[in-house]
């Protein structure tokens, strides 16, 4: 039967919750907004009535029977999925939950080393063993982006026993690698194929947008609808078809990982979002990637400056491009990414999604503004006029990508004895936690891999560069894996 669209059954019943009038005798402890904060003082009453925790009537996300089961389900058909998930902890969460789900401990699974860190942390928690597949690497714009079909058919054809094949739809920076010849391959071999649709959540919406997970076949997809479908931040689905899915282990996973107090206001946003963008979507996004076409050409016109579109990725041998990305190549001014980024933000009041060595990116929406994408225009014609007269060497590419080796398991490198060593003695020692740049979080070293000069190196340059890098330890310090005591302690420690 068709669904209903224009309903939003989380946040109708949620509202009228919220007007009820209802004795709160339950948590949340604000009882409704009856604690004077300031945020009441800015955002007015309504937004704490909106945040309920499980009153009668609203339903158990955990097993949901009611409206969110009907919200969910309205979900699944937006997104040509047979069944929704609602998550109130991003795709982070999802991410743990698909490979959690579909790996056991010493299980194999297939993905790209330009995972985001969610990904490798999922390999802690299941204890998988990634089989890591090389992302083609773009030494023009110094980023990583799709991987190569025959490369991920040849870890298939050299792991048969993996479980599962792990795809980025798009990268971060809009790239999309031919999924949909992937599910084949790995269906064909019995493999599952899961998703990271953290950047894709508005493909089902429009067909001048690259396949969607569920249209590509995947068994499982999660989105951050709080990224560009326009819900609250930290809200996001799993999507899942086909009988690969095991629900019953899915389900528990999730519950495992998701709060027993889910936030209503972020359910009753993945609610509204979905209805927003079922109507608003297929209208919308021509106009959004012809007012991103027509930045592109006047910022190609700015002496120093290269906006790029999906000409030049499909040119790089990648399978389509989602033109929501706004990439400009700043480079050409002697000056990096990182610089014109804060300058932007600094002195122009415009904030990017990212900065890399050689780029920025805008990421896009349907609430993207003409005047937006002008003010973006002007200011860097300013940065242009400022930095192309003082004629500064151009920027030459500082970046190894260089992928360590393997020597363990994320998970048992996880687990094993540490030490703490200056990041200047730590070469051909086993990493124990994850360095990388943020954004885009995409980690340069993970656990259970040998730091190599290359990544030393990498990472003085984005250090020197500004760029903020997360990690477990600070100070110039790198955790390592304590060989000593590893392997007196790995005689007395059974993993799994
Ligand atoms: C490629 C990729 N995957 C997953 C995530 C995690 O998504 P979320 O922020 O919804 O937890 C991100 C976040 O930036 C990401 O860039």
């Known amino acids: 039967m068709e669904k209903d669209h224009r309903l939003t059954p989380f946040f109708t019943k949620l509202l009228e919750y919220a007007n009820s009038h209802t004795i709160a005798h339950d948590v949340p402890g604000h009882k409704l907004g009856q604690i004077p904060n300031d945020l009441i003082d800015i955002t007015g009453p309504m937004m704490f009535k909106l945040d309920a925790n499980a009153p009668r009537g609203l339903d158990n996300l955990n097993r949901p029977t009611g409206v969110i089961k009907e919200a969910a389900d309205l979900m699944a058909d937006a997104f040509g ?23 056991r401990a010493k299980e194999k699974i297939i993905l790209p080393r330009n995972v985001h860190k969610s990904a490798i942390n999922a390999l802690i928690l299941s204890g998988a063993v990634p089989v890591f597949v090389k992302p083609y690497i773009d030494h023009e ?12 058919e040849q870890a298939i054809l050299d792991n048969p026993e993996a479980k599962a094949v792990f795809v980025i739809n798009p990268t971060y920076f809009g790239v999309v690698s031919d999924l949909k010849k992937i599910v084949e391959f790995a269906h064909e071999r019995d493999m599952m194929v899961i998703v990271d649709e953290a950047h894709g959540s508005h493909f089902p919406f429009s067909p001048h947008l690259p396949m969607s997970s569920m249209e590509a076949g995947a068994d499982m997809s ?41 936030s209503s206001l972020l359910l009753a946003s993945l609610d509204v979002a979905r209805k ?34 999906g000409s030049y990725f499909v040119k790089n041998q990648s399978f389509d491009y989602d033109e929501t990305k706004l990439i400009v190549k700043v480079s050409g001014l002697g000056i990096t990414g990182f610089d014109v980024y804060k300058e932007l933000f ?10 890399e060595t050689h780029l920025i990116l805008a990421v896009l929406s349907i609430g993207t503004r003409q005047t937006d994408l002008d003010a973006l225009v002007e ?19 500082k970046i190894k990508y260089s992928y360590p080796e393997a020597y363990t ?33 995409i980690p340069i070293v993970i656990p259970g891999e040998i730091i190599s000069q290359d990544i030393l190196d990498d990472l003085d340059f984005y250090q020197k560069s500004g760029s903020v890098i997360l990690s477990d330890t600070e100070g110039g310090y ?19």
């Open 81 to 103: 999925a047979e069944k929704a998930y609602f998550l109130t902890g991003g795709t982070t969460m999802g991410i743990l939950a698909m490979v959690m789900a579909v790996c």
């Open 276 to 309: 927003a963008m079922y109507f608003d979507g297929p209208t919308h996004f021509p106009i959004l990637i012809e007012m991103a076409h027509q930045t592109r050409l006047k910022i190609n016109k700015i002496p120093g400056l290269r906006a790029v579109d």
């Open 141 to 152: 714009l110094g980023i990583a982006n799709h991987i190569d079909f025959h490369e991920v």
């Open 379 to 397: 200011a860097l014609v300013v940065i242009s006029k400022k930095y192309k007269p003082m004629k500064l060497k151009p920027l030459l590419p």
């Open 409 to 441: 398991r994320p998970r048992e490198a996880y687990h094993a004895p540490k030490k703490y060593v200056p990041l200047n003695q730590a070469v051909d020692e086993i990493a124990a936690e994850s360095v990388m740049i943020y954004p885009p979080g």
């Open 222 to 262: 999660s989105c951050s609808l709080h990224k560009t479908v326009g819900s609250l931040t930290q809200s996001s689905i799993l999507i899942t078809q086909g009988s690969r899915v095991d629900h019953i282990r899915l389900r528990s996973t999730i519950n495992m990982i998701q709060s027993t107090s889910p």
């Open 346 to 355: 600094d002195e122009h009041h415009i904030q990017l999604e990212l900065a």
């Open 478 to 496: 790198i955790k390592i894996i304590d060989k000593e005591y590893w392997e007196k302690w790995s005689v007395i420690y059974e993993d799994e």
